[in-house]
């Protein structure tokens, strides 16, 4: 009898928390003023509903399970002051909100957004601007950057941040994003099942996407466009590339993407597009390449030593000034089923497939690697005529490099 009339004065003096979250108004004329202060008050699983207007506010730190919703996008100006906000908790989510003016720093990547050590966050629907780094992933997982608007003002490398960054994170799905003149679009470092679908990366300073270390991840249907050099894949393994745009990366340094130390992956479907290099590619093996479309680029395929058991099959390379370039006069892959806008061949059965094999590498493009002075020379009637030659009796390309199986059409 005594226990139960204790357990009833507990239960009075403490009441159960309502099982059912609550909703914390934040505005300039509420009684909660400041997000800060909103944060501070909420409960597990609370909805900060963060109604239009500037929050002068900086170092904003979530360590409890929470969704912020902006309405109308109301903007935190942080004053170049630091960093704005910093998510250590799992299951956070924010969304719609305008963020500027994040501080500089030389020794700490101040963010936008970081999520620090958390699991199953959503960022969605962020406009982010006058920013060091925007999105700053660091050893995180399971979780959804979808729908940002990230627009930096980067000039150069060394004082800029990156847009997207994920550091040591896993399962992340980052998604419809767009990003612009920032250092890397977007970043990855050790991290592994990550999938990076339907941005659109342009004007960065350095590469739209950038890999490093980071295994078993996809990028498909993604947009690159004048970014300083396109995209970098390097030293990580099973990375599927599908279905992606890489358009006007130009510059004496520029490709479309680079591939360097991968293998085992996917490239297919993609178009490159008058770019310096499509894909300039060292030191990667057994990659498949197909069904991808070359247009206009200043080398289609730019291929530098320690590449072996790669497959070209089913691509498109059209009107490029050189459709391969080869620094070995050896070769270990295969190039078979393509179609090359340079065939001058035959086909006398209508098989749809040319009689004589093609060989793509040029003399000429030997020449120009090793003398690049020599591209003025491009266009020259000397230079058709050597390129002729090295064709009927090869000596300095590799003379076991060519497509068995050249196609009379584009591949659909």
């Known amino acids: 009898m005594r226990r139960s009339i204790g357990i009833l004065l507990l239960l009075l003096v403490f009441p159960a928390r309502p099982i059912l979250a609550g909703t914390v108004p934040v505005c300039p004329s509420c009684e909660v003023t400041t997000i800060g202060e909103g944060i501070a008050m909420a409960a597990d699983h609370d909805t900060l509903m963060i109604g239009k207007g500037r929050y002068h506010e900086y170092n904003l730190v979530i360590d409890k399970p929470l969704t912020l919703i902006g309405l109308e996008y109301p903007t935190i100006d942080g004053g170049d002051q630091g960093e704005i906000l910093t998510i250590i908790a799992d299951q956070v989510t924010v969304q719609g909100l305008h963020i500027v003016n994040v501080g500089t720093s030389y020794t700490t990547d101040f963010a936008a957004v970081r999520v620090v050590e958390s699991s199953d966050f959503v960022i969605r629907d962020m406009k982010l601007e006058q920013l060091f780094f925007g999105i700053y992933l660091e050893k995180s997982s399971r ?5 940002n608007t990230i627009n930096g003002d980067a000039l150069e490398e060394f004082n800029s941040g990156n847009g ?6 896993r399962d992340v799905v980052v998604r419809d994003n767009t990003v612009r003149q920032v250092r890397d679009g977007i970043y990855l470092e050790f991290s592994d099942r990550i999938r990076i679908q339907g941005n659109r990366s342009t004007n960065n ?19 690159f466009e004048n970014n300083g050099a396109g995209v970098a894949v390097m030293f990580s393994k099973q990375i599927r590339m599908v279905g992606n745009t890489f358009r006007k990366n130009w510059g004496t340094a520029a490709f ?10 996917e490239i297919s479907r993609n178009l490159f597009e008058e770019n310096t290099i499509g894909i300039s590619i060292e030191g990667s093996n057994r990659i498949r390449y197909e069904n991808n479309d070359f247009v206009k680029n200043g080398w289609a395929l730019k291929v530098r030593g320690a590449c072996y058991t790669n497959t070209f099959s089913g691509n498109n390379f059209l009107h490029n000034s050189f459709d391969l370039s080869y620094n070995s006069n050896l070769n270990d892959n295969r190039f078979e089923g393509n179609y090359w806008s340079g065939y001058t061949g035959y086909d006398l059965d209508k098989d749809g497939v040319g009689d004589v094999p093609y060989r793509p590498v040029k003399l000429f493009s030997y020449i120009v690697n090793r003398t690049p002075e020599t591209i003025v020379l491009l266009r020259s009637l000397f230079m058709d005529i050597i390129d002729f030659s090295e064709r009927v ?6 003379d076991k490099l060519f497509d068995t199986r050249p196609l009379m059409k584009k591949v659909p």
Do not use: A
């Open 143 to 147: 979780g959804l950057v979808e729908g």
């Open 256 to 265: 479309g993407v680079l591939l360097k130390e991968i293998n085992d992956s």
């Open 164 to 169: 997207i960054q994920l550091w040591h994170c």
């Open 393 to 398: 009796s090869p000596v300095f390309t590799p």
């Open 205 to 223: 300073v350095r590469y739209g996407l950038h890999f490093m270390f980071s295994n078993n991840d996809s990028y498909e249907d993604n947009y």
